[in-house]
């Protein structure tokens, strides 16, 4: 079963309308911070996707620089084929965009 991976929780914001693309799973906390150095925050990423696949998706929130992060470490994990969560306001769903930086995979254009 797919994951989706959301990279950083927002108090308040409601992410189950994304369960229909795998199951929910937190990356970091709404309260996690990057104060000075990037490195704890990033070695907490890797043990959260230490097993990230093509089959799962990065729900990005948060923290900009977080989620930065998270994309880095995912796409190291797929050889840089990443599905990512979109969030459409008026359909108040999500929607899948996939990037294959390397172009090892489909063409979806």
């Not at 927002?10 to 799973?25: D, Q």
């Not at 359909?91 to 172009?103: F, L, N, Q, R, W």
Request: charged content about 30%.
């Amino acid at each position: 079963m797919s994951r989706v991976f959301i990279t950083q929780e927002m108090h308040g914001r409601n992410f189950l309308p994304a369960r229909h693309y795998g199951k929910l799973v937190a990356v970091l906390p709404d309260n996690a911070q990057i104060v000075i150095s990037a490195t704890p925050i990033l070695r907490k990423i890797q043990r959260a996707l230490y097993d990230y696949s093509k089959e799962d998706y990065l729900l990005l929130s948060g923290d900009p620089i977080i989620m930065g992060l998270c994309m880095m470490v995912a796409s190291d994990k797929t050889n840089g084929y990443l599905k990512m969560l979109k969030w459409e306001k008026r359909e108040k769903d999500y929607y899948e965009v996939v990037v294959d930086y390397y172009g090892k995979g489909e063409d979806n254009e």
